[in-house]
Every structure is written in structure tokens, then in C-alpha cells.
């Protein structure tokens, strides 16, 4: 069982950054793949990112080269910092964890909402 917390949204102008943490708490974090998720008012959530265990990392296109997905086994903490934000990236966003790479996700995060916008 694990149990996370996601952190570090608010509302930014357009080209500007934010750094999203995402703390979990219980054992194993090492052993879950981690991922970033995120959903719009009236869409689906969608995919962002996920980092495996091995830190390889995926992200969807339109957020490659602005977004980066990484992991801090020690500190038990997975963080997106986005950058060149645009306002089609207006989202709440959620972390997630998964046992099986790229499966569907075993715990979430209670997500943090993140506005871009002048």
C-alpha cells in the first residue's frame, strides 16, 4: 500500500515553470513505476509522463522538451518540472503508481490544479 501527496501547483503566466512533487508515504516506493497524469475541465485524464522503476521515462508529445519527469528513491518523492508552460496545460494533475509498467494505476494521488494563464 502506498499513499501520495502531490504538491507545487498554482497558477503561472504563459512560458513560465512550475516543479510538481508528488510524496509518498508506506513502503516499497522504489519498487512502484511512477507517472504524472493529468485532466482538463470536460476531458479524460490523460497520460503525461511515467518514470520505471529503472528510470526510464515516457512522456506524450506534447509535452516533450518542456516537461521532465524524475525520481528521488531515497526521499521517496517523484517530481514533473514543466517548463514553457502553455495554456492547453491548465490540468489538474495527479501522480500515480503503478506495479506494472505502463498498466493501469494502483494508487493516486489526490491531484494538484495547475493554471497557465496571463
Known amino acids: 500500500q502506498v499513499q501520495l501527496v502531490e504538491s507545487g501547483g498554482g497558477l503561472v503566466q504563459p512560458g513560465g515553470s512550475l516543479r510538481l512533487s508528488c510524496a509518498a508515504s508506506g513502503n516499497n516506493f522504489a519498487h512502484f513505476h511512477m507517472a504524472w497524469y493529468r485532466q482538463a475541465p470536460g476531458k479524460q485524464r490523460e497520460l503525461v509522463a511515467r518514470?520505471?522503476?529503472?528510470?526510464?521515462?515516457t512522456y506524450r508529445d506534447s509535452v516533450k522538451g518542456r516537461f521532465t519527469i524524475s525520481r528521488d528513491n531515497a526521499e521517496k518523492t517523484v517530481f514533473l518540472q514543466m517548463n514553457s508552460l502553455k495554456p492547453e496545460d491548465t490540468a489538474v494533475y495527479y501522480c500515480?503508481?503503478?506495479?506494472?509498467?505502463?498498466?493501469?494505476?494502483?494508487?493516486w494521488g489526490q491531484g494538484t490544479q495547475v493554471t497557465v494563464s496571463s
Open positions: 518514470i520505471s522503476i529503472s528510470n526510464s521515462t
Open positions: 500515480g503508481a503503478q506495479v506494472f509498467y505502463g498498466s493501469r494505476v494502483d494508487y
